[in-house]
């Protein structure tokens, strides 16, 4: 069978929500404050009425000791906030006006 899906959202922003355990060689996006940070971008992206973003929690996005880690697609820019004020910069600038937040941006290397 074939699904025909249209592109319904504009950006796609997946946040990193990995719970480890405390002490955890890996560490985790949790174990940083990400949880309170995806609230804060939810409700930024409720309120400004953003229906053409979607968001989606997810498991582990690989690179743990560099969280809290989110990408942003169709892009694939990878963020690092650390604020909520830097989680509203990414909203007004990149999910709004197409700019992305260069001081956020997480350069990954193999």
């Known amino acids: 069978m074939s699904l025909d899906l249209p592109q319904v959202y ?3 922003v997946f946040c990193c929500s990995q719970q480890r355990p405390p002490g955890h060689p890996r560490g985790s996006c949790a174990a940083k404050n990400a949880h309170p940070l995806w609230e804060q ?3 930024r992206i409720q309120a400004k009425g953003l229906l053409d973003i979607g968001m989606a929690w997810t498991g ?3 690179f743990c000791s560099a969280g809290p880690l989110m990408v942003v697609y169709p892009e694939g820019l990878w963020y690092r906030p650390e604020t909520p004020a830097d989680i509203d910069e990414i909203v007004d600038s990149h999910l709004v006006n ?3 937040v260069e001081r956020l ?3 990954l290397t193999r």
């Open 10 to 12: 504009r950006h796609h």
């Open 60 to 62: 582990c996005l690989g």
């Open 105 to 107: 941006v997480m350069v």
């Open 98 to 100: 197409n700019r992305p």
């Open 41 to 43: 971008l939810g409700q």
